[in-house]
């Protein structure tokens, strides 16, 4: 079976913005935890939990209002 040019490019989109959802996983869990995508076993892995450490702390030291904001208009949308 040959892959139709929709399929590759799902799997093109998938690959670019799998860092992004990465990223944005740590918040996405924290304003809503209820959501099962959280209970996956990637986020419970060692590497995930370093990379969660990590970007708690960043955020912590660069907290800034105006970015918050931005952060919560995001969601609305």
């Known amino acids: 079976m040959q ?13 670019i913005f799998r860092n992004t959802f990465i990223q944005d996983s740590e918040l996405m869990m924290e304003l809503h935890p209820c959501y099962s995508i959280g209970q996956h076993s990637i986020f419970s892995d060692s590497a995930y939990l370093s990379f969660k450490r990590d970007m708690l702390q960043i955020e912590a030291q660069e907290h800034d209002p105006a970015h918050t904001l931005l952060q919560q ?3 609305a949308l």
């Not at 892959?3 to 690959?15: D, G, H, K, S």
Request: some cysteine; overall charge negative.
């Open 3 to 15: 892959p139709t040019v929709a399929e590759n490019a799902l799997v093109q989109m998938i690959m």
């Open 73 to 75: 208009c995001a969601y």
